[in-house]
T-cell receptor, first 109, second 115 residues
Framework: GNSVTQMEGPVTLSEEAFLTINCTYT??????LFWYVQYPGEGLQLLLK?????DKGSNKGFEATYRKETTSFHLEKGSVQVSDSAVYFC????????FGAGTRLTVKP | GAGVSQSPRYKVAKRGQDVALRCDPI?????LFWYQQALGQGPEFLTY????????KSGLPSDRFFAERPEGSVSTLKIQRTQQEDSAVYLC?????????????FGQGTRLTVV
């Protein structure tokens, strides 16, 4: 079946640090891959997506590359800000949407 | 409004009580999804509608859970005889077409606490 495994949190970084949140998936066929973000007190929002192998999704300085050979979609940002503090969910769509458990990121000034 | 609206935002129910959670999707959105999110977990799929048709209800945890979207717009998730394990945030999302092709937009959720 389809599933997503992402790095457990919480992750605490200082401002301007480099961020990586690992995500791997299991799926049949060719799923679309997503990162969603949930800011405190808000609903889930799409951060970025990639629909085929080797595609790179990017938004707000975040990037993730669809790696079929390693079944991964790791989220990266070169320099995090306090405003990036949120919970990040990796997800895949393959007939239905499956989410990872979420990784809480806290960025300290 | 412009986004997905869910009501109530918070609901406290006594064990055994029936509850109804409402979702107003973005106007014109064909697809509507319900998810259950337990504390510290990712959203778990419950059910999916395309217009008024419920195409997938495989995620509903028991026959106490029932969802409908009779006119293809507003949807209601009903939980009968609530149990403590039903305590969670219930999320609704809608998308213009199939989720794989177009972005899905989430509501802020309804936090259900069963006491």
């Amino acid at each position: 079946g389809n599933s997503v495994t992402q790095m457990e949190g919480p992750v605490t970084l200082s401002e301007e640090a480099f961020l990586t949140i690992n995500c791997t998936y299991t799926a049949t066929g060719y799923p679309s891959l997503f990162w969603y973000v949930q800011y405190p007190g808000e609903g889930l929002q799409l951060l970025l997506k990639a629909t085929k192998a080797d595609d790179k999704g990017s938004n707000k300085g975040f990037e993730a590359t669809y790696r079929k050979e390693t079944t991964s979609f790791h989220l990266e940002k070169g320099s995090v800000q306090v405003s990036d503090s949120a919970v990040y969910f990796c997800a895949l769509f393959n007939n239905d949407m499956r989410f990872g458990a979420g990784t809480r990121l806290t960025v300290k000034p | 409004g412009a986004g997905v609206s869910q009501s109530p935002r918070y609901k406290v129910a006594k064990r055994g009580q029936d509850v109804a959670l409402r979702c107003d999707p973005i106007s014109g959105h064909v697809s509507l999804f319900w998810y259950q999110q337990a504390l510290g977990q990712g959203p778990e799929f419950l059910t999916y509608f395309q217009n008024e048709a419920q195409l997938d209800k495989s995620g509903l945890p028991s026959d106490r859970f029932f969802a409908e979207r009779p006119e293809g717009s507003v949807s209601t998730l009903k939980i009968q005889r609530t149990q403590q394990e039903d305590s969670a945030v219930y999320l609704c999302a809608s998308s213009l077409m199939s989720w794989g092709d177009t972005e899905a937009f989430f509501g802020q959720g309804t936090r259900l606490t069963v006491v």
